[in-house]
């Protein structure tokens, strides 16, 4: 019963994570600016990767293979976040503005995107 | 097959791109698919070492280069009709010459044959680690391994005497580079130990998984050049002098050489690792260690120093 349980957790949380890196995918090729790309690809590095990792703990037990994978869900959790906070950072450090809009005036054009897709 | 076309793919792609910073960044998911490529392959440790360079240490030189040379592509050269003849007819040279070799995997290929089946039947009782790899490569092929070592030292001395190391105390911005950046500061506090350590445990354990010399000194190079990003060219320079650099670089090429000269002094051919100690899979076991240890020595020091010139070159200090 118990293996049963671990069992659909571990597919419940692999499809999951599969679900969010294929949205954070469709996110990084349609979204109009730079930080909202950045957030949808900061999602999948982090919580489609954490959750794909929690699905493969559930199905490996206690062995080994559990640990090396706890530890690198420790790593992915601390660097990825990390490195999407980096290159915000950078951006604003370059000067890039975020696309902005005036109440009651329709979104200007996303940079590089003049009608061709 | 889907690995093969992305990499045609990319390969194209960096040709293509004005834009050298982007052909930079396609240039690092060239080496990430080359590393998967290599795990699909079953060859692990041609995997570790290829992400560790090619997606991390490569672009990361090659984003210093940019800084010294500017980031579009010169478009006043004119197209040359002649080297354009000259890749299309060794590329065709290429393309024919696969033709005459066996179809991929084949069980009775020549490269499956003779010698390879003697290293995999005798390498557990003769050499007795349990990576074949590191057995192959460490101890029957350990000449092959010294040249390797000895093109990775003559790289750094081409670099070190083209791109030659500034006194590094007028142009880097110092300290205050990086002040306002606490999370990556934090972060980077945390990890780069953890790097580190995890350099040291890839060199020791390579007789038993994947690791050995040369993804060891990459790796702990990268976390030295983490380190370097986050806290300036300047402190870098005091926690790892250059000077000790070079002479760690030809260290760990004299410490290979030298087990090879040891195991003559001591009766048996050179780079004969059985007459070292008094059990022959023993003495395997110490030659396999001390040639590692050279291995690693001399590519850790080689890229921190390649690094240290690159970015010593761009002005900005890599901060």
Redesign the interface.
């Known amino acids: 019963m118990m293996a049963l349980a671990i069992g659909y957790l571990s597919q419940l949380s692999l499809l999951l994570g599969i679900v969010l890196i294929f949205s954070g995918a469709l996110g990084v090729l349609r979204f109009p600016d730079f930080y909202t790309r950045i957030h949808a690809a900061g999602v999948t590095e982090t919580l489609a990767a954490g959750l794909i990792l929690v699905g493969l703990m559930l199905e490996a037990g206690w062995t080994l293979a559990f640990l090396k994978l706890a530890m690198i869900f420790v790593f992915v959790m ?2 990825s976040p ?1 490195a999407t ?2 290159l915000t ?1 950078a951006a604003v450090h370059g000067g890039l503005k975020p696309l902005e809009r005036e109440p009651g005036k329709p979104w200007p054009a996303p940079p590089g995107r003049d009608g061709n897709r | 097959m889907t690995l093969l076309a992305l990499l045609v793919v990319t390969a194209l792609a960096i040709v293509w791109l004005r834009d050298l910073f982007a052909a930079v960044m396609v240039a690092g998911i060239y080496g990430l698919l080359s590393a998967s490529f290599f795990v699909s392959m079953d060859a692990v440790d041609v995997a570790f070492t290829e992400a560790a360079v090619g997606a991390g240490v490569f672009p990361l030189l090659m984003l210093a280069a940019l800084a010294i040379t500017g980031r579009y592509e010169d478009t006043r050269h004119k197209r040359q009709l002649s080297s354009l003849v000259l890749v299309l007819v060794t590329g065709a040279m290429l393309i024919v010459a696969t033709w005459d070799m066996p179809p991929f995997g084949a069980a009775d290929a020549p490269a499956h044959q003779h010698l390879a089946v003697r290293y995999i039947q005798d390498s557990p009782q003769e050499v007795g680690i349990p990576n074949m790899v590191t057995s192959v490569l460490a101890s029957y092929r350990g000449y092959d391994t010294l040249g390797e070592v000895a093109v990775v030292f003559t790289a750094v001395v081409g670099v070190l005497c083209l791109l030659s190391l500034g006194r590094g105390t007028t142009q880097s911005s110092g300290p205050a580079a990086m002040q306002g ?1 606490v ?2 500061r934090v ?1 980077g506090k ?2 780069i130990p953890l790097i580190l350590l995890f350099a040291l445990y890839v060199q020791f354990h390579g007789e038993y998984g994947p690791g050995g010399g040369f993804q060891a000194g990459v790796i702990f190079a990268a976390g030295i050049i983490l380190y370097t990003m986050l806290f300036g060219l300047d402190s870098t320079r005091r926690v790892v002098k250059p000077t000790l650099l070079r002479v760690l670089a030809a260290l760990g090429l004299l410490l290979y050489g030298s087990v090879g000269v040891v195991s003559l002094v001591a009766g048996g051919n050179f780079l004969d690792y059985s007459v070292l100690a008094g059990d022959p899979v023993a003495g395997q076991h110490l030659g396999i260690l001390v040639i590692e240890l050279g291995v690693g020595v001399t590519v850790a020091a080689a890229m921190i120093l390649i690094f240290y010139a690159f970015a010593d070159r761009g002005g900005d200090g890599g901060a």
């Open positions: 601390i660097t990390t906070h980096a950072k | 950046h999370v990556l972060v945390i990890l």
